[in-house]
């Protein structure tokens, strides 16, 4: 992928092969209302509210403009390409393992690749401090998010079961939940063995024709780009809609520098496109790189007015970094499983999700049932066994009977866990992202509670050399959400406390991680954040 | 050390025998022709690397029962020469090209170290002891200044080699993987269930 | 269609299935060995019963087929619904009157039934909408048992009986029809419901045979009638509906990944291809048995 696909008036058709789309454009020098940095999850979710609502959108892509059913081989190797693969360093006692691991690279950003996983947070956790004593509130209800939860499931057609075991009552899920896996039946088994509840994963890829999506063919390389567009990620959803609202999409345009104007509101966004920095003139900046872009954006647009970083007034841009840690289990069973069919988490158990007695820690977890593909699995072995040699190719040769559950546990937010600038360049000659992590005493004691549990689940279900892993899923937390300008980033509306025409639409706004994938709720916090702009705009507060 | 390669849990089951039926597509047969026709040559290692690397990968994945093995030391040189990493590095590990130069020499000094002679020259026992002596963390060369020794040889030498060879369709044959799946996929999802597609394993 | 039982139970299955085909061959083999009995006078009521059940046959032995053969035929007895709905279509289509293929079909049918619920019950979950989705449908050996009782009925019809099961036959006849079309309704309903409805047309098979199965249930009861021409043009519509649905099915088909080049995952996981012709062959029984009903009306 070399040069830009969109320009010339049209965007890539993501449903037609070699088609096209008209596109919007607008000129580098007339201020737009919004220009939307990534154009993941969070900013082409709110792009496409921010079109739709008449605001002119420019968003600006890193990462190319994908065509689905023509670029996405069915290949683990060849689809590294849908990963952000730039440099970033990554240390601390516990590094977090970046790049594939949770990182995207193009319009859809990580949808492209994610498991379609599709939760709900537990009402209570958007008063965690309050109601459970632990990690901080969030300036927002789960009442205030429900209608946005119902929007965002609908709009992703999410396929879910008739009724779904943890939670508040809701309405039906728009398609009916896919057929289980024997990876996911294991999960099953294992459950009703233990008189534990379990659930299908209420995902979004369609278990029935919608539009022009055709249901899920089970193909299982969902990690890997979803070359039928059953996935409804962001880039077949929420980014059509936006292009035909009258949205630009601007890809492989890499933003380098957010410009503060004199009046201290920002002036627009320098970005690099086809080996030139331009320069677009904004009436508002969001900010949607995911929780290690986002800060880093923020850090190298330093200024007079703001040093530590723009936005950076409470000195907690990059701070409070949480991830999902993902400790692992895993068995041979005397059946076959053949656990690279379907999506690769099918079955899920949100038992100590929803259970606060019983535990030595604070917070929850989920866990699902896994299928990982050969060249992922094999990496897992070598670096969480350090087999090689023949004792490698043997313990691969089991690949069809092995199945595992792997959890989603929330870590606490804490400041020693953060986004910082390195002293290395990337080859735009920008200063790199510096993260550190390590667990506090509390997530190890959730991992061990977490391996002893799906220890005992997957044997009860007949799997045999149980052995365990360690691992992490999403980054969140780093530009938090908050009530008052001294304890984070930006307001219940994603607004910066210190420059009131920045936003920020992406996992950073977690004021803590919660136990479940955070997709479903970046995508109804910015369906929120379209609302409330819509709302403020309205009132002249814009 | 048991050297005998696994016994053919699904012998007769090829995943090219797809390469026309719906389980591929044309990208795909477009990346798997690229990847058994033309592969690379040596444009980033030295001869002298390349020749390390071919030693370090046939213990790290030993082939005795295949005439014409996966091919992994080209990928490897591939991959440096374009310099494309993984998207992160600890910060005490140097960039990747520079990690891989110097992990080589260290691997060839450690050797040196231990037997006198040059990795190339060991006997397969010999070499795997100088890798068990990495795994472990029991370095002693200096050349591994500034480079942990036990990473470079998890994350950087076992992790890429493995990652190449699960990356080649005899190893997918091996594992009775199903494959390349667009358009089409599977049908028969449950336990012990086959679509005539899959690889049928030997009972 | 995935099988999820724990190893030990399947042996058994399996040798009951087995014992069941064995049964339903045996039976069979049975009957060709008796006199053939002597053809019958024409009559229409008895000729649409045996077209109707050559119709629900014939979309069993292809539906059954598919979908056992999606199973793996992993239990022998998984060749019995092929085996009798092949010889009901057979002797159905020439009209022939001898009981004992229909009657095997009737018994096939449910001992089906009960295979089919042992399949829903053993999985994780047991009943629950996953499984009504995905295993082994219960209302599909229905048909197989309809298509015998059409086949029984017929040969008395022929003969002229006043009665059938102690109902006047018209009566009866429009009672079993009007429970065919709704079972076969409620089976469509489950499996539109897995697809979310997700094409308007999708609600046709739902709505329009249980408004035709609520009239003709009607016409059972003792009295009048009820609104002969009403009902008539209902399960005309019905009758119409089966090819229809045949045709969006196949256009379904189309529409999958892959549509029809990729029709060895199609045929299986897309929408089932013989199912909505057995509303045609409900709505034909049911027009004749108001035919017949009408007429036994009339003194």
């Given at each position: 992928?070399?040069?830009?696909?969109?320009?010339?008036?049209?965007a890539?058709?993501v449903?037609?092969?070699?088609?096209?789309?008209?596109?919007?454009?607008?000129?580098?020098?007339?201020?737009?209302?919004?220009?939307?940095?990534?154009?993941?999850?969070?900013g082409?979710?709110?792009?496409?509210k921010?079109?739709?609502?008449?605001?002119?959108?420019?968003?600006?892509?890193?990462?190319?403009?994908?065509?689905?059913?023509?670029d996405?081989?069915?290949?683990?190797?060849?689809?590294?390409?849908?990963?952000?693969?730039?440099?970033?360093?990554?240390?601390?006692?516990?590094?977090?393992?970046?790049?594939?691991?949770?990182?995207?690279?193009?319009?859809g950003g990580?949808?492209?690749?994610?498991?379609?996983?599709?939760?709900?947070f537990?009402?209570?956790?958007?008063?965690s401090?309050?109601?459970?004593g632990?990690?901080?509130?969030?300036?927002?209800?789960?009442?205030?998010?429900?209608?946005?939860?119902?929007?965002?499931?609908?709009?992703?057609?999410?396929?879910?079961?008739?009724?779904?075991?943890?939670?508040?009552?809701?309405?039906r899920?728009?398609?009916?939940?896919?057929?289980?896996?024997?990876?996911?039946?294991?999960?099953?088994?294992?459950?009703?063995?233990?008189?534990?509840e379990?659930?299908?994963?209420?995902?979004?890829?369609?278990?029935?024709?919608?539009?022009?999506?055709?249901?899920?063919?089970?193909?299982?390389?969902?990690?890997?780009?979803?070359?039928?567009?059953?996935?409804?990620?962001?880039?077949?959803?929420?980014?059509?809609?936006?292009?035909?609202?009258?949205?630009?999409?601007?890809?492989?345009?890499?933003?380098?520098?957010?410009?503060?104007?004199?009046?201290?509101?920002?002036?627009?966004?320098?970005?690099?496109r086809?080996?030139?920095?331009?320069?677009?003139?904004?009436?508002?900046?969001?900010?949607?790189?995911?929780?290690?872009?986002?800060?880093?954006?923020?850090?190298?647009?330093?200024?007079?007015?703001?040093p530590?970083?723009?936005?950076?007034?409470?000195?907690?841009?990059?701070t409070?970094?949480?991830?999902?840690?993902?400790?692992?289990?895993?068995?041979r069973?005397?059946?076959?499983?053949?656990?690279?069919?379907?999506?690769?988490?099918?079955a899920?158990?949100?038992?100590?999700?929803?259970?606060d007695?019983?535990?030595d820690?604070?917070?929850?977890?989920?866990?699902?049932s896994?299928?990982?593909?050969?060249?992922?699995?094999?990496?897992?072995?070598?670096?969480?066994?350090?087999?090689?040699?023949?004792?490698l190719?043997?313990e691969?040769?089991?690949?069809?009977h092995?199945?595992?559950?792997?959890?989603?546990?929330?870590?606490?937010?804490?400041?020693?866990?953060r986004?910082?600038?390195a002293?290395?360049?990337?080859?735009?000659?920008?200063?790199?992202?510096?993260?550190?992590?390590?667990?506090?005493?509390?997530?190890?004691?959730m991992?061990?509670?977490?391996?002893?549990?799906?220890?005992?689940?997957?044997?009860?279900?007949?799997?045999?050399?149980?052995?365990t892993?360690?691992?992490?899923?999403?980054?969140?937390?780093?530009?938090?959400m908050?009530?008052?300008?001294?304890?984070?980033?930006?307001?219940?509306?994603?607004?910066s406390?210190?420059v009131?025409?920045?936003?920020?639409?992406?996992?950073?706004?977690?004021?803590?991680a919660?136990?479940?994938?955070?997709?479903?709720?970046?995508?109804?916090?910015?369906?929120r954040?379209?609302?409330?702009?819509?709302?403020?705009?309205?009132?002249?507060?814009? | 050390?048991?050297?005998?390669?696994?016994?053919?849990?699904?012998?007769?089951?090829?995943?090219?025998?797809?390469?026309?039926?719906?389980?591929?597509?044309?990208?795909?047969?477009?990346?798997?022709?690229?990847?058994l026709?033309?592969?690379?040559p040596?444009?980033?290692l030295?001869?002298?690397?390349?020749?390390?690397?071919?030693?370090?990968n046939a213990?790290?994945?030993?082939?005795?029962?295949?005439?014409?093995?996966?091919?992994?030391?080209?990928?490897?040189?591939?991959?440096?020469?374009?310099?494309?990493?993984?998207?992160?590095?600890?910060?005490?590990m140097?960039?990747?090209?520079?990690?891989?130069?110097?992990?080589?020499a260290?691997?060839?000094?450690?050797?040196?170290?231990?037997?006198?002679?040059?990795?190339?020259?060991?006997d397969?026992?010999?070499?795997d002891?100088?890798?068990?002596?990495?795994?472990?963390?029991?370095?002693?060369?200096?050349?591994?200044?500034?480079?942990?020794?036990?990473?470079?040889?998890?994350?950087?030498?076992?992790?890429?080699?493995?990652?190449?060879?699960?990356?080649?369709?005899?190893?997918?044959?091996?594992?009775?993987?199903?494959?390349?799946?667009?358009?089409?996929?599977?049908?028969?999802?449950?336990?012990?269930?086959?679509?005539?597609?899959?690889?049928?394993e030997?009972? | 269609?995935?099988?999820?039982?724990?190893?030990?139970?399947?042996p058994?299955?399996?040798?009951?299935?087995?014992a069941?085909?064995?049964?339903?061959?045996?039976?069979?083999?049975?009957?060709?060995?008796?006199?053939?009995?002597?053809?019958?006078?024409?009559d229409?009521?008895?000729?649409?019963l045996?077209?109707?059940?050559?119709?629900l046959?014939?979309?069993?032995?292809?539906?059954?087929?598919l979908?056992?053969?999606?199973?793996?035929?992993?239990?022998?007895?998984?060749?019995?619904?092929?085996?009798?709905?092949?010889?009901?279509l057979?002797?159905?289509?020439?009209a022939?009157?001898?009981?004992?293929?229909?009657?095997?079909?009737?018994?096939?049918?449910?001992?089906?039934?009960?295979?089919?619920?042992?399949?829903?019950?053993?999985?994780?979950?047991?009943?629950?909408?996953?499984n009504?989705?995905?295993?082994a449908?219960?209302?599909?050996?229905?048909?197989?048992?309809?298509?015998?009782?059409?086949?029984l009925?017929?040969?008395?019809v022929?003969?002229?009986?006043p009665?059938?099961?102690?109902?006047?036959s018209?009566?009866a006849?429009?009672?079993?029809?009007?429970?065919?079309?709704?079972?076969?309704s409620?089976?469509?309903?489950?499996l539109?419901?897995r697809?979310?409805?997700?094409?308007?047309?999708?609600?046709?098979?739902?709505?329009?045979?249980?408004?035709?199965?609520?009239?003709?249930?009607?016409?059972?009861?003792?009295?009048?009638?009820?609104?002969?021409?009403?009902?008539?043009?209902?399960?005309?519509?019905?009758?119409?509906?089966g090819?229809?649905?045949?045709?969006?099915h196949?256009?379904?088909?189309?529409?999958?990944?892959?549509?029809?080049?990729?029709?060895?995952?199609?045929?299986?996981?897309?929408?089932?291809?013989?199912?909505?012709?057995?509303?045609?062959?409900?709505?034909?029984?049911?027009?004749?048995?108001?035919a017949?009903?009408?007429?036994?009306?009339?003194?």
């Open positions: 992928m070399i040069a830009p696909r969109t320009g010339g008036g049209r890539p058709d449903y037609e092969r070699g088609g096209w789309v008209t596109m919007r454009e607008y000129d580098d020098d007339d201020a737009v209302d919004f220009v939307v940095v990534g154009a993941g999850a969070g082409a979710t709110l792009a496409c921010l079109a739709e609502a008449g605001f002119s959108v420019v968003v600006l892509e890193a990462g190319p403009f994908w065509r689905p059913l023509e996405f081989a069915s290949d683990e190797e060849a689809q590294q390409q849908l990963y952000w693969l730039e440099e970033r360093l990554s240390g601390g006692t516990d590094a977090l393992a970046l790049g594939g691991n949770n990182s995207g690279w193009g319009v990580s949808t492209v690749h994610f498991s379609m996983i599709s939760l709900r537990r009402p209570e956790w958007f008063r401090r309050s109601q459970l632990y990690g901080f509130d969030w300036p927002i209800t789960y009442d205030d998010l429900a209608p946005y939860y119902d929007e965002a499931e609908r709009a992703l057609a999410v396929s879910g079961p008739v009724r779904y075991p943890w939670g508040p009552p809701r309405r899920y728009p398609y009916r939940e896919h057929e289980m896996n024997a990876a996911g039946l294991v999960l099953a088994r294992g459950a009703e063995k233990m008189g534990i379990w659930s299908a994963v209420p995902l979004a890829t369609v278990s029935a024709p919608r539009g022009k999506s055709p249901p899920c063919v089970y193909r299982g390389f969902c990690n890997f780009g979803c070359a039928t567009n059953a996935k409804q990620s962001a880039l077949i959803v929420w980014i059509p809609r936006a292009l035909a609202a009258g949205a630009e999409v601007r890809d492989l345009a890499m933003a380098g520098r957010i410009e503060l104007g004199a009046d201290g509101r920002a002036a627009g966004v320098h970005y690099r086809n080996d030139a920095w331009r320069f677009q003139r904004a009436r508002n900046v969001v900010v949607a790189g995911y929780a290690i872009e986002t800060p880093r954006l923020l850090l190298n647009s330093a200024c007079g007015r703001f530590q970083g723009l936005a950076n007034g409470s000195g907690l841009v990059g409070h970094l949480t991830t999902h840690a993902g400790p692992g289990v895993w068995a069973f005397d059946e076959a499983i053949r656990w690279y069919k379907g999506p690769p988490n099918m899920v158990c949100e038992h100590w999700n929803y259970t007695a019983g535990k820690f604070h917070g929850g977890y989920a866990f699902m896994q299928g990982p593909l050969p060249r992922a699995w094999a990496q897992l072995l070598v670096t969480e066994r350090h087999l090689w040699g023949m004792a190719r043997r691969m040769a089991d690949y069809n092995m199945a595992g559950l792997v959890a989603v546990a929330e870590t606490e937010p804490r400041a020693c866990n986004v910082e600038l002293d290395v360049r990337d080859r735009h000659g920008l200063p790199v992202a510096h993260v550190t992590f390590e667990y506090s005493a509390n997530d190890r004691r991992q061990d509670h977490a391996r002893r549990f799906m220890g005992e689940m997957l044997a009860a279900a007949g799997g045999k050399d149980t052995w892993s360690d691992d992490t899923s999403h980054i969140l937390g780093t530009c938090r908050g009530s008052d300008r001294e304890t984070s980033v930006v307001d219940a509306d994603g607004r406390w210190d009131d025409n920045l936003w920020i639409c992406d996992g950073s706004l977690f004021p803590t919660g136990g479940v994938n955070p997709s479903l709720t970046i995508q109804a916090l910015a369906c954040m379209g609302a409330r702009i819509q709302a403020l705009a309205a009132r002249g507060e814009l | 050390m048991n050297e005998d390669a696994p016994t053919a849990r699904f012998p007769g089951y090829d995943v090219l025998a797809k390469w026309d039926s719906p389980s591929f597509d044309g990208i795909t047969r477009n990346t798997l022709a690229a990847r026709d033309a592969v690379p040596r444009r980033w030295t001869q002298d690397e390349w020749d390390l690397l071919d030693a370090i213990r790290l994945l030993p082939q005795p029962d295949r005439a014409q093995p996966i091919p992994i030391t080209p990928w490897i040189d591939a991959m440096l020469h374009d310099d494309r990493g993984e998207g992160y590095r600890h910060p005490d140097p960039p990747l090209r520079a990690a891989w130069r110097q992990g080589l260290a691997v060839d000094d450690e050797a040196r170290r231990l037997h006198d002679r040059p990795f190339v020259r060991l397969a026992d010999a070499q002891a100088v890798l068990h002596a990495l795994e472990g963390g029991r370095a002693v060369s200096p050349g591994w200044q500034g480079l942990d020794a036990q990473r470079f040889f998890i994350h950087h030498l076992l992790k890429t080699a493995a990652g190449f060879y699960y990356a080649h369709p005899l190893a997918w044959n091996e594992i009775g993987f199903g494959g390349p799946a667009n358009p089409r996929g599977y049908v028969r999802l449950g336990f012990d269930s086959r679509d005539p597609w899959e690889a049928k030997a009972r | 269609m995935n099988a999820a039982a724990p190893a030990h139970a399947r058994a299955a399996r040798a009951l299935g087995a069941a085909l064995g049964l339903a061959l045996g039976a069979l083999l049975l009957q060709r060995r008796r006199p053939a009995p002597p053809p019958l006078a024409p229409r009521t008895a000729h649409r045996y077209q109707a059940a050559a119709l046959a014939a979309s069993v032995l292809s539906d059954s087929a979908e056992h053969y999606r199973g793996g035929f992993e239990n022998p007895g998984m060749f019995a619904p092929l085996a009798s709905a092949a010889v009901v057979g002797c159905a289509l020439r022939q009157p001898a009981s004992a293929p229909y009657a095997t079909a009737c018994a096939v049918g449910t001992a089906g039934l009960g295979f089919h619920a042992y399949n829903v019950l053993r999985r994780p979950g047991g009943l629950s909408w996953a009504l989705f995905y295993a449908p219960l209302g599909a050996p229905a048909a197989l048992t309809l298509a015998g009782v059409l086949g009925a017929a040969r008395p022929a003969a002229g009986a009665t059938l099961a102690g109902l006047p018209g009566r006849l429009c009672s079993l029809a009007a429970f065919g079309l709704t079972g076969t409620a089976e469509a309903a489950l539109h419901f697809g979310a409805f997700q094409h308007p047309a999708m609600w046709l098979p739902v709505t329009v045979p249980p408004a035709a199965a609520v009239l003709l249930a009607g016409a059972a009861l003792p009295g009048r009638p009820g609104p002969r021409r009403l009902t008539d043009a209902l399960l005309k519509a019905c009758t119409w509906l090819a229809l649905g045949m045709v969006f196949a256009r379904g088909i189309a529409r999958q990944m892959g549509g029809w080049r990729n029709w060895s995952q199609n045929l299986l996981a897309g929408p089932p291809l013989p199912a909505p012709p057995s509303f045609s062959a409900l709505a034909l029984a049911g027009r004749a048995a108001l017949l009903r009408t007429a036994q009306e009339r003194p």
